[in-house]
């Protein structure tokens, strides 16, 4: 178990945009069980962002209501955007 150390208000990386994933290799399921193990090891979070443990990358994990999930490529610029009608 990888318990990474959960970053800071006012760290700069919490500030910086992420960079997208392009390889979904081993690299990258390291990466999810690191931040599964850290959600898991620190109690009241229902989620993780790879940039929240110093990785510029766009990874997040969850678990809440008993589901657990591991999105890729989340894009913020996509919510709120025009809906139509």
Known sequence: MTM???????DA????????VT???AEL????????DTLLGAPG??????????V???VFVYLAGGAAGAPGQPD????GGDRGG
């Open 23 to 25: 390889s979904f290799d």
């Open 76 to 79: 913020a610029g996509a919510v």
């Open 56 to 58: 510029s990358a766009r």
């Open 45 to 54: 979070r229902a989620g993780v962002a790879a940039n929240q443990i110093g």
């Open 4 to 10: 990474r150390p959960i970053r800071l208000l006012g």
């Open 29 to 36: 399921r390291e990466l999810v069980t690191d931040l599964m």
């Open 13 to 20: 990386v919490l500030r910086t945009p992420c960079d997208p």
